[in-house]
């Protein structure tokens, strides 16, 4: 534990440092056997969540042999594994959800079974994220003896400390040894490993984290005060602790018991993590990883703090009214368009998932009624689902947590008006505008985001909550995604953004190509912003000694019209423009496109082109091909006006 060395803001370590009284048991929903509340759950849900688990009765826990997990070295493909993987951990979760509506051991068998196959897996981690070194090459295989704690071995972690209490005492009605399995593979696979190891996610001196700090975090967490642990492994737990820390960092007396040093270790790593994690954000809250990755940075941020604060009785309270919290907590509601879009970016989909419980409760627990009002609404209109996004399946926790307030949501009054605000991230660069009509962003910062695209300057515009200019995401995780040859991929090239190819240039990936002199007006009916994009073209500017490309975007309220400008000193520009609908040429030169109309000077039509959609994780964004509009720039001067 070494905050002192780096100049970070320790709210949430100092903090755990002044905690000094007893441990408060961490029960965020009834165990199963709370017969009256789980009766009182709305019927519908109750039919809903026993009719889900029928369907996984005798269900074939498959084995994940070593060739597949080879699989991903060799070839690169990651689903064929993670279909294996996350199938098995998705069908014990429906498997118990139903057990504990119905309460009659009918699922007991097949739940006890999941709980083996996945004890008895070689290791927890993704084949993708097996190294022990950040970025660094993955090893073929696992090496059994020493675990590695990724995003997905944590969430294992979680998920059977949260089957054991909910389960606990329908487990030890068949056998005492369904909890010890449990139980020695939470202490061998995950805390151990935390409090012995050192892993990149938990942050050191100034090194960059991104979601995987907090998300990790909260599940290691939640494995730590869900599991109802025997005192006998609090004993086990705590001698290696103790020769790992010694006392003096813990700041506890020499006669403290086994449970409290165990638990007071994990208090102030998990702690110092979350500072670590939060040094990375600016005040302004913005996630520069997109909407998604906010179900797994700062949802999970607050999955951690409501830990953190339920287990010391409050003493961490403060710290949901930081304003830089609170302001993590917003950007859910200021990057959303309408219904299930969302502006995006880098490795963000514009379809983030919808809405529900976990924004809810953040939004209370940081006094935002509008992000509550936002989080009900949404989950009314994704009609209640319980799974809201593509990764939430296999934790149980989020399930759990839904379940019991899928009735407050669905009930709430949300007939209010949610009004979208205009904002400015300067952290990142984020433009985000709106009018009766219209909703723009346009992306300026740099080219070092986490899950980084080259999209400085780019621009996304939706009409009616219908997407015009559109930022397209990313494909399926494969092994190139995460590697050196990243930018081989079409989807992260300014190409294939809403961007031009200068000189037959595209940007660069790198901190140092950036928008420069970038200027913004949120006040008055004409909001706009306006950048210098020379330096993210670095051989165009080899080619063009004293480039430039400046590039300004205005949203004109009362007209509901958006107008983008670029001048440059090159010759040679091609602009490029995504859409969602094919672009229609008309009569008068214009564009039709969807909604909207488009006219354009100091260009000519090159090209519309198809943009075929074949990737699976492309389709659930994008229910048809796409489409590139290219424009030859015939002078210094382009402008674009849609309306």
Same mark, same amino acid.
């Given at each position: 534990?070494?905050?002192?060395?780096?100049?970070?803001?320790?709210?949430?370590?100092?903090?755990?440092?002044?905690?000094?009284?007893?441990?408060?048991?961490?029960?965020?929903?009834?165990?199963?056997?709370?017969?009256?509340?789980?009766?009182?759950?709305?019927?519908?849900?109750?039919?809903?969540?026993?009719?889900?688990?029928?369907?996984?009765?005798?269900?074939?826990?498959?084995?994940?042999?070593?060739?597949?997990?080879?699989?991903?070295?060799?070839?690169?493909?990651?689903?064929?594994?993670?279909?294996?993987?996350?199938?098995?951990?998705?069908?014990?979760?429906?498997?118990?959800?139903?057990?504990?509506?119905?309460?009659?051991?009918?699922?007991?068998?097949?739940?006890?079974?999941?709980?083996?196959?996945?004890?008895?897996?070689?290791?927890?981690?993704?084949?993708?994220?097996?190294?022990?070194?950040?970025?660094?090459?993955?090893?073929?295989?696992?090496?059994?003896?020493?675990?590695?704690?990724?995003?997905?071995?944590?969430?294992?972690?979680?998920?059977?400390?949260?089957?054991?209490?909910?389960?606990?005492?329908?487990?030890?009605?068949?056998?005492?040894?369904?909890?010890?399995?449990?139980?020695?593979?939470?202490?061998?696979?995950?805390?151990?490993?935390?409090?012995?190891?050192?892993?990149?996610?938990?942050?050191?001196?100034?090194?960059?984290?991104?979601?995987?700090?907090?998300?990790?975090?909260?599940?290691?967490?939640?494995?730590?005060?869900?599991?109802?642990?025997?005192?006998?492994?609090?004993?086990?737990?705590?001698?290696?602790?103790?020769?790992?820390?010694?006392?003096?960092?813990?700041?506890?007396?020499?006669?403290?018991?086994?449970?409290?040093?165990?638990?007071?270790?994990?208090?102030?790593?998990?702690?110092?993590?979350?500072?670590?994690?939060?040094?990375?954000?600016?005040?302004?809250?913005?996630?520069?990883?997109?909407?998604? *990755? #906010?179900?797994?940075? /700062? @949802?999970? &941020?607050?999955?951690?703090? !409501?830990?953190?604060?339920? =287990?010391?009785? %409050?003493?961490?309270?403060?710290?949901?009214?930081?304003?830089?919290?609170?302001?993590?907590?917003?950007?859910?509601?200021?990057?959303?368009?309408?219904?299930?879009?969302?502006?995006?970016?880098?490795?963000?989909?514009?379809?983030?998932?919808?809405?529900?419980?976990?924004?809810?409760?953040?939004?209370?627990?940081?006094?935002?009624?509008?992000?509550?009002?936002?989080?009900?609404?949404?989950?009314?209109?994704?009609?209640?689902?319980?799974?809201?996004?593509?990764?939430?399946?296999?934790?149980?926790?989020?399930?759990?947590?839904?379940?019991?307030?899928?009735?407050?949501?669905?009930?709430?009054?949300?007939?209010?008006?949610?009004?979208?605000?205009?904002? *400015? #991230?300067?952290?990142? /660069? @984020?433009? &985000?505008?709106?009018?009766? !009509?219209?909703?723009?962003? =346009?992306?300026? %910062?740099?080219?070092?985001?986490?899950?980084?695209?080259?999209?400085?300057?780019?621009?996304?515009?939706?009409?009616?909550?219908?997407?015009?200019?559109?930022?397209?995401?990313?494909?399926?995780?494969?092994?190139?995604?995460?590697?050196?040859?990243?930018?081989?991929?079409?989807?992260?090239?300014?190409?294939?953004?809403?961007?031009?190819?200068?000189?037959?240039?595209?940007?660069?990936?790198?901190?140092?190509?950036?928008?420069?002199?970038?200027?913004?007006?949120?006040?008055?009916?004409?909001?706009?912003?306006?950048?210098?994009?020379?330096?993210?073209?670095?051989?165009?500017?080899?080619?063009?000694?004293?480039?430039?490309?400046?590039?300004?975007?205005?949203?004109?309220?009362?007209?509901?019209?958006?107008?983008?400008?670029?001048? !440059?000193?090159?010759?040679? =520009?091609?602009?490029?423009?995504?859409?969602?609908?094919?672009?229609?040429?008309?009569?008068?030169?214009?564009?039709?496109?969807?909604?909207?109309?488009?006219?354009?000077?100091?260009?000519?039509?090159?090209?519309?082109?198809?943009?075929?959609?074949?990737?699976?994780?492309?389709?659930?964004?994008?229910?048809?091909?796409?489409?590139?509009?290219?424009?030859?720039?015939?002078?210094?001067?382009?402008?674009?006006?849609?309306?």
């Amino acid at each position: 534990m070494n905050l002192q060395t780096v100049s970070i803001e320790k709210h949430f370590y100092e903090t755990a440092k002044s905690f000094h009284g007893s441990y408060c048991p961490f029960q965020p929903f009834p165990k199963t056997s709370e017969r009256k509340v789980y009766e009182a759950l709305p019927t519908v849900l109750k039919e809903h969540l026993v009719q889900t688990g029928e369907a996984k009765l005798g269900y074939k826990f498959p084995v994940i042999r070593a060739t597949d997990y080879m699989r991903f070295k060799r070839d690169g493909d990651r689903a064929a594994f993670e279909a294996l993987y996350f199938g098995k951990r998705n069908a014990l979760n429906d498997l118990i959800q139903a057990e504990c509506v119905e309460h009659q051991g009918r699922f007991l068998d097949d739940i006890i079974n999941g709980i083996y196959s996945i004890c008895e897996e070689s290791a927890w981690q993704l084949p993708a994220h097996n190294s022990y070194i950040r970025d660094t090459p993955q090893f073929i295989l696992p090496d059994v003896t020493r675990p590695v704690m990724d995003l997905f071995a944590c969430e294992t972690g979680a998920l059977l400390a949260c089957a054991a209490y909910l389960l606990e005492e329908a487990f030890n009605a068949v056998s005492p040894f369904v909890l010890t399995c449990i139980e020695d593979n939470l202490k061998r696979r995950i805390l151990l490993p935390y409090l012995t190891a050192h892993f990149w996610w938990m942050g050191h001196d100034d090194e960059p984290m991104c979601n995987w700090t907090v998300w990790c975090t909260q599940n290691v967490l939640l494995t730590t005060f869900l599991m109802p642990w025997s005192e006998e492994m609090s004993s086990k737990l705590a001698a290696p602790v103790r020769a790992f820390t010694g006392d003096a960092p813990l700041f506890l007396p020499e006669n403290t018991s086994d449970t409290v040093v165990t638990l007071q270790a994990i208090l102030h790593k998990a702690a110092e993590s979350c500072d670590y994690f939060l040094k990375d954000y600016g005040n302004d809250g913005c996630c520069e990883e997109g909407a998604q *990755y #906010y179900r797994h940075a /700062g @949802l999970c &941020l607050y999955g951690a703090m !409501t830990v953190l604060n339920t =287990v010391t009785g %409050g003493h961490f309270a403060s710290l949901f009214q930081w304003d830089k919290v609170k302001n993590i907590a917003a950007y859910i509601l200021n990057v959303h368009v309408d219904d299930k879009y969302y502006f995006n970016f880098a490795d963000c989909s514009p379809i983030a998932g919808r809405a529900g419980v976990r924004e809810y409760l953040f939004g209370r627990a940081t006094g935002q009624e509008d992000l509550c009002l936002f989080a009900a609404k949404d989950f009314q209109a994704g009609q209640g689902q319980l799974i809201t996004d593509e990764v939430n399946g296999e934790n149980l926790f989020y399930r759990m947590q839904t379940v019991f307030y899928y009735e407050e949501l669905m009930h709430r009054d949300t007939s209010a008006t949610l009004p979208h605000r205009d904002v *400015y #991230y300067p952290s990142v /660069g @984020l433009f &985000l505008v709106h009018s009766a !009509t219209m909703h723009l962003a =346009v992306k300026a %910062g740099d080219n070092a985001d986490s899950h980084n695209h080259n999209d400085t300057g780019s621009v996304t515009l939706y009409k009616n909550g219908h997407p015009i200019l559109v930022d397209i995401g990313v494909e399926t995780y494969t092994q190139k995604t995460f590697s050196p040859r990243r930018y081989e991929i079409w989807t992260m090239q300014s190409g294939y953004h809403n961007l031009p190819a200068i000189c037959g240039t595209d940007q660069k990936d790198g901190e140092e190509y950036r928008a420069g002199n970038v200027v913004t007006e949120l006040t008055g009916t004409e909001p706009s912003i306006s950048m210098e994009l020379a330096a993210a073209y670095p051989d165009a500017g080899a080619v063009v000694p004293g480039l430039t490309y400046s590039r300004k975007v205005t949203l004109k309220k009362p007209s509901n019209t958006v107008v983008l400008e670029d001048h !440059t000193n090159a010759q040679d =520009v091609i602009l490029n423009f995504i859409t969602y609908e094919k672009p229609v040429i008309l009569s008068d030169g214009k564009l039709s496109i969807g909604e909207s109309s488009a006219s354009f000077e100091g260009a000519d039509l090159l090209a519309i082109e198809t943009l075929p959609i074949t990737d699976a994780r492309l389709k659930t964004a994008w229910d048809h091909d796409l489409y590139r509009i290219r424009l030859k720039m015939s002078g210094t001067d382009f402008q674009l006006t849609v309306k």
